[in-house]
């Protein structure tokens, strides 16, 4: 019996089912997490979601990017890019069902017991882990709420920049949504820089990866999360886990053992 939290997938179900293989998952005992980005880039958006949805009972899942950017386009309130891979799921007669699970799916996974905390993009420093509980519940009730058409509608945006309690509305979902899974780099203030998309050499004058500002979480915590296959760092490096190993670039997946830290990788077999 063991827990593996698994990097982004990016669509890559061929590559997925090779890593599970490989660690022998056994369904009926196992436990597996995903940092989110299921879908998108590779050529197995459908068979992704449709293999999750079948063992959803022994998954955790935190929403990415790419998951929403899918639910806004299945819900006709944003369009299809050129770089979209995912006509699959759109196509579906069971598209609604898998969107529809989807949406139920949180930011934000804590688990107390392994001194865990699972985001999509990583965790904004200005919050404690209470804070990002709290926050994080926000916009999952709205998701899953009758409103999450207006609020996808509305979900693109890089405003506002940084955190402030007072925030509300769709202004407050859309910073807590870019901070849980969009965020690379902030200024000392908070301010999120959403264009920057390079490695850690480079980084904009002023602005550092959200890891180097000083964090409101225990040193104890293993903060678990991916989005940024261009962050390269040893796993583990101190209590960060950076799982995106670019399996959809043709590099690697990656899964680690909760319980013992161990990692395991394989090569994109797409
Ligand atoms: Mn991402």
Redesign the pocket.
């Known amino acids: 019996m063991a827990t593996y939290a698994i990097g ?1 997938v ?1 669509g890559c179900y061929k590559t997925l089912r090779y890593l599970l293989k490989h660690i022998q998952f056994n369904p009926t005992q196992d436990r597996l997490w995903f940092v ?2 299921v879908i998108n880039r590779g050529q197995g958006s459908l068979a992704v979601l449709h293999y999750l949805y079948h063992i959803q009972d022994r998954i955790s899942l935190v929403l ?3 998951d929403l950017h899918l639910l806004a386009v299945a819900n006709g309130v944003a369009p299809l890019k050129k770089t979209d891979t995912f006509q699959d799921v759109l196509n579906d007669p069971q598209s609604d069902m898998l969107c529809t699970w989807l949406r139920q799916q949180p930011l934000l996974h804590y688990d107390p017991h392994y001194k865990a905390l699972m985001t ?2 990583g965790l904004y420093p200005l919050w404690d882990l209470h804070t990002a509980q709290k926050v994080a519940q926000e916009v999952e009730t709205l998701l899953r709420s009758q409103d999450h058409l207006a609020f996808l509608n509305v979900l693109y945006g890089n405003q506002p920049a940084v955190w402030n309690e007072n925030l509300s509305g769709f202004d407050r979902a859309r910073f807590i949504v870019n901070a849980f ?2 965020m690379r780099v902030l200024n000392r203030e908070g301010h999120l820089n959403l264009e920057y998309k390079d490695d850690l050499e480079h980084c904009p004058s002023g602005f550092f990866p959200w890891f180097e500002l000083p964090s409101q979480v225990d040193s104890n915590t293993r903060l678990i999360f ?3 296959a261009r962050c390269v760092l040893p796993i583990p490096h101190q209590n960060l886990y950076q799982l ?1 190993t670019g399996c959809a670039w043709g590099n690697q997946l990656t899964a680690l053992r909760l319980e013992d830290d161990r990692v395991f990788q394989v090569d994109s077999q797409e």
């Open positions: 982004d990016q989110g980005d990415g990017n790419h999509h993009a899974t969009r991916g989005h940024w995106d």
